[in-house]
């Protein structure tokens, strides 16, 4: 599986020695450059020494729950810098709201399953909404007076903290008797809190409805490939997919979104994904490094 390295072992001690030089770096955050608001070691070195080389970097993160200012803010207060352009940074929230802003029509809304944080995103993002925030908890037969907004056209799904069964159950309502399309910032199980905790994540979040529905939603973060493009946008040199490293921490969305998109990829063993992940997984990544800090030793 790993071409002319007998091992995982070999594999994993050379190939940063043979990773060739790319001209766009995207880089997830949690589990990569940082974990909370502690950094990754040398995380900030790498990123100064990409950028001073002419590189483009570019933050791309399935955290739904930050503006591009409270993520630059993030990288600032764990990090200590800032990159030169905030349109560098990228969140799945961030890439939901302007998917659907570009199909919504004047009047039309969306009914938020989501965090403080992913409302001020539609709000930034000029995106109208309804159903943010806790909603009491109903008896059975109440939903029979529950009344949908009929401009709705999407329930979207990110990272909630006050999700339960009444929102669960009126988000299935404009699913299934409006015709709402249902989107989800990512599916993501679990979220790296630090380098011993891990919590439930926005696919975890989830996971109930999509039962219910007994459907998948589009989802637009990692590793959808409307992630890509919506960037694409924004960055003329994502176009050459041949000079592209994605690097991240979670075989599932960052390795996938690479295979998906037509980048190579590097998985760092700081977050989610361990060797005994990579050895098992059928999602393989070009290269696999200890941590980002192995860029600096790049040829």
Not at 39 to 60: F, N
Not at 232 to 240: A, K, T, V
Not at 280 to 291: A, D, H, M, N, R
């Amino acid at each position: 599986e790993y071409g002319e390295f007998q091992t995982f072992q070999h594999y994993f001690k050379l190939i940063y020695l043979r990773m060739k030089e790319y001209d766009v770096y995207l880089f997830d955050c949690d589990g990569v450059l940082w974990r909370g608001l502690d950094p990754v070691e040398r995380a900030a070195d790498v990123l100064q020494h990409l950028l001073a080389r002419g590189k483009k970097v570019i933050l791309v993160t399935n955290n739904s729950t930050k503006t591009r200012t409270l993520l630059n803010n993030h990288v600032m207060e764990a990090l200590g810098m800032e990159l030169p352009d905030q349109t560098c940074l990228y969140s799945s929230g961030i890439a939901c709201a302007l998917y659907m802003r570009s199909r919504l029509k004047n009047g039309e809304k969306v009914f938020l399953v989501g965090s403080n944080g992913f409302a001020e995103v539609l709000k930034e993002c000029g995106v109208e909404f309804v159903g943010h925030g806790p909603h009491e908890p109903m008896d059975f037969y109440e939903f029979n007076d529950f009344h949908p907004d009929p401009s709705v056209k999407f329930v979207v799904g990110g990272f909630d903290p006050h999700f339960n069964h009444t929102k669960m159950a009126k988000a299935l309502i404009y699913i299934k008797e409006c015709g709402a399309e249902f989107v989800a910032t990512n599916l993501d199980r679990v979220y790296p809190l630090s380098a011993q905790r891990q919590l439930p994540g926005t696919g975890s979040v989830l996971a109930g409805l999509i039962t219910a529905l007994g459907a998948q939603p589009r989802v637009i973060g990692k590793p959808s490939k409307v992630f890509y493009e919506i960037m694409s946008r924004d960055h003329d040199n994502l176009g050459d997919r041949s000079r592209v490293l994605m690097v991240g921490d979670n075989l599932q969305t960052d390795i996938q979104f690479g295979h998906n998109c037509g980048i190579d990829t590097a998985l760092v063993l700081t977050g989610v994904a361990g060797p005994s992940d990579v050895e098992e997984s059928s999602v393989k990544p070009t290269y696999v490094l200890s941590s980002v800090a192995d860029l600096l030793q790049q040829k």
